[in-house]
């Protein structure tokens, strides 16, 4: 009998990781979700700053009304733009059937204190530290970009007790999964210079 190394069973988690669009809507529990922030946080950052700050949100009529915040302002900002990319937006925002955070109890938003440093991209590691801790747990984890707009105005950012001089970067929900997630194949590394 072979033992995985721990370099083998991360990179199984590494590799099995997708974006689920489909989540059974219960919550998770408190433990789990501080486990999951205890990973975010456990990423690199720069100058040791660890810019990162979390609102999480469970309750399904403030993640509705946040979903229809953020439909709304998606309509507002492409509206009357002619693009392949704007079309599909306006599609998708017009289907009543569709929902921002695909019916996951929990909504995870990291947030940068110093947006304008290298703190966003701090904010990012973090984000892919805690959605591949989700993976190795058995849960499901999307970033859900969509969001970060309305996030960002002043009533959602008042609402949520996000500070002025802060960001929301990376809303992810995560969850159980409600199905399987389709495998998307990824085209090989695009080298641009190797001397």
């Known amino acids: 009998m072979t033992v995985a190394s721990p370099a083998q069973n991360f ?31 456990h990423a690199p950052t720069a100058m040791h700053e660890e810019p990162w700050s979390f609102v999480v949100i469970q309750d399904k009529k403030l993640l509705d009304r946040l979903s229809e915040s953020a439909k709304e302002k ?25 929902h921002l955070f695909y019916n996951a109890g929990t909504l995870i938003v990291i947030c940068c204190k110093n947006p304008g440093t290298t703190g966003v991209a701090d904010s990012w590691l973090a984000a892919e530290n805690l959605m591949l801790a989700a993976c ?15 996030l960002n105005t002043p009533e959602w950012k008042e609402a949520l007790g996000i500070p ?16 399987e997630a389709s495998v998307v194949p990824r085209k090989p590394p695009e080298i641009l210079t190797w001397k």
């Open 11 to 41: 990179l199984d988690v590494l590799y099995s990781r997708r974006s689920v669009r489909n989540f059974k809507p219960k919550p998770l529990d408190q433990n789990t979700i501080r486990a999951l922030l205890d990973a975010a946080i």
């Open 74 to 98: 998606i309509r507002h900002d492409y509206e009357g733009k002619e693009s392949v990319q704007a079309d599909h937006m306006l599609e998708m925002v017009n289907d009543e059937r569709f």
């Open 164 to 179: 002025a001089g802060s960001a929301a970067v990376a809303p992810l929900i995560v969850g159980e999964p409600d199905g």
């Open 136 to 150: 190795a747990k058995g849960l499901g984890s999307c970033v859900i970009g969509l969001a970060v707009g309305a």
